[in-house]
Structure formats: C-alpha cells, structure tokens
C-alpha cells in the first residue's frame, strides 16, 4: 500500500485491521471484461462523440426545463475523462458546486477523492464524475421528482455517450434516476450489482453512499467500503494506463 493509498485509509476510518482484497487469480470469478485495445471507441472516444459531448455541455448551461435555472449560479456537467471506465453519479450539486462548476467539490469531495485513492484509482485519470440533477436546488433541499425527470435526459445521453464499463451511484436520488423506484433506501439497493438499460444498452451499476452522509455517518463507511470493492470488482480498473 503506497502513502497515498495510507492517507485514504485514514479518512475512511477503516483502520489497520482492513486489507485491499487480492483479484482472484481466475479471471473468470470477476465480471470483468477484457482489456479493450487502445483504438477501441469505448477506450477512446471518437471526435465525433467528443463533438457530441460539447454539444450537450453546451445545452445543458442553457437549460430552461425547471424552475432551477433562475437560482442557480452555474450548471454542473460532470468533470474527468470522457474515457473513463468508470462513471460516479451523485444526486445534486451543493452550494460550492454552484458556485464552482464542478461536482463534488469540499469535505464531500475530498472524502470521494479518499475512497477512490483506497482503490487506486484517481479522478484526474480514472472516473468521471457528475450528479443525476445539473443544478442546486436552493438550501440543499432534495430534488423533487419533476426536477430529476426533466434532468434525467442528459444524464442518460452522458451514459450512453460515454459507453462507461459500470456506474457507481452514490445516493437515494441517483439511484431512483436511473434505476426507477420511489422510496427504496439505499439499504435495500446495495450490495449487488444491477442492470441499469439506456437505450437498449445495459451497464452494470452498483448503489452507495452519498459521501456527505458518510461525514455524518461514519458508521457505515466500511459499508460504502465493500461496495467499492464490489465495484472494482465488476468494472475493472479505472483505465488502461
């Protein structure tokens, strides 16, 4: 375990007594697929799909569709590589996302930053990260069922477009988003991998914590711990590289 990997430990508060588990040496245990050849379109987006993204970064800072145009500062379209394996959903931009443009951002951020460094994986490299809503709702209300609906489009192109090996959705709000649902707690999605369909394409996706609830929780971080080794798990690493 390098110092990097020590410090993330730290702030997950799992301790000395938790080991990263080894992969298993048959590699037909893992839901794991095959390494993807460099040129490969899902490594590697084409222009075409570049253009595509700009395009609908671009609708989305123009978007209109809620009443949260009016109160917001700035749209938040998610941050990392287009390439990434990896796709982090969360529920909404806070406050500092507002007023930033960038999803998780402060002690939330900081702590996500924490538990993707435990997997070896970083930001900058690894996963892209974006929220199922674009915009804050005002005093960090929840989102209401109209306000995900009418965002749910963009998020959905963003998956297809993208081609992610596995979605990591951190949150009640994420969740129902894309896995429909109403009230489930996210005690009764996680621990399992499930089938997330957009657009006739299937992408495994694993259910977690916000890492705002783990900052007033900390019980449960070794709970959101073993869901990112499920995580790892099924979606390989973060990249190829």
């Given at each position: 375990?390098?110092?990097?990997?020590?410090?993330?430990?730290?702030?997950?508060?799992?301790?000395?007594?938790?080991?990263?588990?080894?992969?298993?040496?048959?590699?037909?245990?893992?839901?794991?697929?095959?390494?993807?050849?460099?040129?490969?379109?899902?490594?590697?987006?084409?222009?075409?799909?570049?253009?595509?993204?700009?395009?609908?970064?671009?609708?989305?800072?123009?978007?209109?569709?809620?009443?949260?145009?009016?109160?917001?500062?700035?749209?938040?379209?998610?941050?990392?590589?287009?390439?990434?394996?990896?796709?982090?959903?969360?529920?909404?931009?806070?406050?500092?996302?507002?007023?930033?443009?960038?999803?998780?951002?402060?002690?939330?951020?900081?702590?996500?930053?924490?538990?993707?460094?435990?997997?070896?994986?970083?930001?900058?490299?690894?996963v892209f990260i974006t929220n199922?809503?674009?915009?804050?709702?005002?005093?960090?209300?929840?989102?209401?069922?109209q306000e995900i609906s009418r965002?749910?489009?963009?998020?959905?192109?963003?998956?297809?477009q993208q081609a992610p090996r596995?979605?990591?959705?951190?949150?009640?709000?994420?969740?129902?988003?894309?896995?429909?649902?109403?009230?489930?707690?996210?005690?009764?999605?996680?621990?399992?991998?499930?089938?997330?369909?957009?657009?006739?394409?299937?992408?495994?996706?694993?259910?977690?914590?916000?890492?705002?609830?783990?900052?007033?929780?900390?019980?449960?971080?070794?709970?959101?711990?073993?869901?990112?080794?499920?995580?790892?798990?099924?979606?390989?690493?973060?990249?190829?590289?």
């Amino acid at each position: 375990m390098n110092p990097s990997q020590r410090r993330a430990w730290a702030a997950l508060e799992l301790g000395p007594r938790w080991s990263n588990r080894p992969m298993p040496s048959d590699a037909s245990a893992l839901a794991v697929s095959p390494a993807i050849d460099a040129r490969d379109p899902v490594a590697v987006p084409a222009p075409a799909a570049d253009v595509r993204l700009a395009e609908l970064r671009s609708e989305v800072a123009r978007c209109t569709r809620c009443e949260l145009c009016q109160s917001r500062s700035r749209t938040v379209f998610g941050s990392g590589p287009t390439s990434a394996r990896w796709m982090i959903v969360g529920d909404a931009p806070g406050a500092q996302e507002d007023a930033s443009g960038e999803p998780f951002v402060g002690p939330s951020g900081q702590l996500l930053t924490h538990m993707l460094q435990a997997l070896g994986l970083t930001r900058e490299r690894d996963v892209f990260i974006t929220n199922a809503l674009k915009c804050h709702p005002p005093e960090n209300r929840h989102p209401t069922a109209q306000e995900i609906s009418r965002c749910l489009p963009f998020l959905r192109q963003q998956v297809t477009q993208q081609a992610p090996r596995g979605l990591l959705l951190m949150g009640r709000f994420a969740a129902q988003a894309l896995l429909g649902g109403d009230e489930e707690r996210i005690s009764a999605l996680r621990g399992r991998v499930h089938e997330c369909e957009i657009d006739g394409v299937r992408v495994p996706a694993v259910v977690t914590f916000h890492p705002e609830y783990l900052l007033r929780h900390s019980a449960v971080k070794a709970l959101a711990w073993a869901d990112l080794c499920l995580a790892r798990d099924h979606f390989g690493p973060g990249s190829d590289g």
